[in-house]
């Protein structure tokens, strides 16, 4: 059975647009106190990540480190910490993705193989049966493994990307109005700045891949992806 693709639209209405819009505009629109928008803004990122969950059943460590942003920055918002945790928090957390990345690029379960070398994108099969003799097997494990540290680069680069985000936008006290307008901008610009990057880096990084295997298989492009359009029945 397919898994129904997500919607990129909600996920960015969910997680950017309607939180940015009660974080910053809620106390003008409706008096309501900073606090309360800030929570009614982060129950819209926390209820999609919930929802989506249950309707494809699957759970992934970049979902769960995603929920638990959301949280901490409820939590620091509405314990009134200093601000300057909203920057620690926001470096921290990739730095961890970041970490958990580089370690399994030295395991037999690179990260790379969770993203693009499996079943349901690549025809892992077809590409092992180019690649019998254990030496050309090495070559296979050595490429996915340099792919998932660079990878694990791009996760250092949004670490640095957040905390210089945060520390620029996010200055207010905690629990005010001009805190949660920050905090909007920040969520606003955090794709520009930090996510577009950090794609392009993982694009390239997955062409280079391709390339290689390539290369080291003899498989066009279309022999090593599997063929998701449908097929015409008679």
Known sequence: MKTKRENPFLNLGFNVILPSILMSKA???????????LV???????????IDFCHSRRCNIFSV???????LTGVIGLL???????????????????????ISAFTRYPLIKVLVFNEAIMN?????????????????QHLLSRGTL?????????????????KYLVHSETGTI???????????????????????????TLYQLVKQLTKLTGLSFEEM??????????
């Open 178 to 204: 001009e805190f949660n307008k920050e905090l909007a901008r920040m969520t606003v610009w955090s794709y520009p700045v930090i996510v577009l990057p950090c794609t392009i880096v993982l694009m390239i």
């Open 124 to 140: 892992v099969d077809q590409i092992g049966n180019q690649l019998p003799s254990p030496q050309q097997q090495f070559a296979l």
């Open 40 to 50: 009614l803004a982060l129950t819209f990122p926390l209820g999609y990540g919930v």
């Open 150 to 166: 660079k990878i694990a680069g791009s996760f250092l680069l949004s670490a640095v990307l957040n905390f210089a985000l945060a």
């Open 80 to 102: 009134k910490l200093p601000t300057e945790y909203i920057a620690i928090k926001e470096a921290l957390l990739p730095l961890f993705l970041g970490l958990v990345v580089f």
């Open 225 to 234: 992806f599997v063929d998701t359009a449908p097929k015409n029945v008679p």
């Open 27 to 37: 106390g003008d629109w409706f008096g309501i106190d900073p606090q309360i928008a």
């Open 65 to 71: 480190i995603g929920f638990v942003s959301v949280l």
